[in-house]
């Protein structure tokens, strides 16, 4: 039996993280956008290190990034209150840029997701960048926008290639599903929402097997088997649904860039199967070859499966 211990302050925090964001997306005042992204970088902070055990280098460095970014921000919502348009648009675009962790702005994302805990990390990946994506698409011009998705994509795919952390890998790879969620959220916010979903199921799951592999007291073939659906999920592989979210987008999507999101998913794809086969596959091969050539055997099925009803559908 696994018993789960959650403090009240950890469930306090997580409700202030919520009610930020969703504060932060349904306000149609700036102040209460920065309100809302306040309220949830304090709730986040407690989450990061909330029993004083971990290191306290990526709180102190989100702490000083974030707060930028809400100085920036503020600064920027004053001047359009004031009627000064450029130099607030700038300012505030500069902030969002910062707390979303999206090009140019993006290098402090890998070095804080490589020192903080499995929680914080999936977190930091999912749900803090709700808010900040969503407010950067609506005032962020589309050309401009295309420029960060196209970067977005393109350093997170040959950034990632040659990283051994699993956290510095999964914050590569987030740049190229982000590039993915912006161009579905300049479409439609129901896109953007079902890919977030797909993707935050994708890293909890993978997340969740990395973090029990720590645990003498778990066993190998459950932290493998939920690390490599979060894998498979991460790869867009087919039928599974991270294949299914980026039909959606493509399906929506009219504008070329995503060819360079495409290109940046195939890129990725070499340290997804680099990483598959050392975490997932290496812990079962000594144990049960059978198992693995039947697990590798269901894998190209599914596969075959998967492509069979996309070009059905196309028909």
Known sequence: MVSFVVSPMKLVSLGVMLIGTILSVSSE??????????????????????????????????????????????????????????????????????????????????????NSSWLASGLMLTWQKV??????????????????????????AVGGLNQNSVRVMSAYSS?????????????????????FAVYSLSVGLFFYGCSLMNKMSMGSQ?????????LLMLMGMPPFLGFLAKVLVFLMSGSPVIVACIMGSVIS????????????????VDKNKVEIKAIWSLVICMNIMGGALILVSFI
Do not use: R
């Open 29 to 114: 005042e700036l102040v209460g956008v920065w309100l809302g992204l306040e309220l949830n970088l304090y709730g986040f902070l407690v989450i990061m290190n909330p029993d004083g055990h971990y290191s306290p280098e990526p709180c102190v460095k989100y702490f000083v990034v974030q707060s930028t970014g809400s100085i920036l921000m503020l600064v920027g919502f004053v001047s359009l209150m004031e009627q000064h348009v450029v130099s607030g648009l700038v300012m505030s675009t500069a902030g969002t840029v910062l707390k979303s962790g999206v090009f140019p702005l993006h290098s402090w994302v890998p070095s804080i997701i490589k």
């Open 131 to 156: 808010a900040p994506l969503v407010f950067l698409s609506m005032i962020l011009p589309s050309k401009s926008l295309w420029v960060v998705i196209v970067s977005m994509a393109g350093i997170g």
């Open 269 to 284: 794809l070499k340290f997804y199967i680099d990483f598959f086969y050392s975490m997932v596959m290496k812990s079962l």
């Open 222 to 230: 459950l932290s493998s088997a939920a690390s490599g659906m979060g």
């Open 175 to 195: 740049f190229v599903h982000t590039s993915w969620m912006l161009l579905g959220l300049t479409w439609s916010s129901v896109v953007f929402v079902g890919y």
